[in-house]
């Protein structure tokens, strides 16, 4: 699954980093930024599989959600695990509109 994840944020074109985020002052499991028109997301390496894909999941489905003109394939096992409710109004069950 975090296979997935770390594809489907290649596929949105964010930037995708793990790195030591509990050293000094920083202390976090992780977020999103947005840098020179860039989004970020960058996680504390040093978590469990599980912790990371938690992460991504909770970061990524509304930046799925957002529409757009591209298309990206999610698959179904990401799909559940993005929208356990269903995705609102989507276009087809194998593809996800992405900002332009």
Do not use: N
């Not at 799925?64 to 591209?70: F, S, V």
């Amino acid at each position: 699954m975090l296979e997935l994840l770390e594809e489907t944020a290649e596929k949105l074109s964010v930037s995708l980093e793990y790195d030591d985020l509990k050293k000094g002052e920083i202390d976090t499991h992780g977020g999103t930024f947005l840098l020179r028109g860039t989004r970020h997301i960058l996680i504390h390496k040093h978590l469990t599989v599980a912790e990371k894909v938690d992460i991504l999941t909770e970061i990524l489905s509304p930046m799925c959600l957002e529409t757009g003109a591209r298309k990206i394939e999610l698959a179904p096992e990401l799909r559940k695990r993005l929208w356990p409710k269903g995705k609102p109004s989507s276009p087809s069950p194998e593809t996800q509109d992405l900002p332009a």
